[in-house]
């Protein structure tokens, strides 16, 4: 359902900001292919769990510690 409201804002508003739009749409994909995954597939959940920590620590193993809380940013950016 999410995925669904996700897929909603990108068709029908005007995200200037690339990165939030980026954003967005790498959510939504993770969604998806958790919505597609058979029950057992642990794949599609750490990819989504991997995301969603991503965002909610800060951190990601490719680039480190974030300076700026990414959501208030695109909250901003909108």
Known sequence: M???EIDYVLHN???ANIETRK???R???RLLE???SKHNDHNA???L???IYEIFAGFTHVTG???YDKVEKMIEDL
Do not use: N, Q, W
């Open 13 to 15: 508003y005007t995200i």
């Open 23 to 25: 954003f967005f749409k």
């Open 2 to 4: 999410l995925a669904k």
């Open 34 to 36: 958790l919505g597609e």
């Open 45 to 47: 959940h750490k990819a």
């Open 49 to 51: 769990c991997r995301f």
């Open 27 to 29: 959510l939504e994909v």
């Open 65 to 67: 510690r974030h300076s």
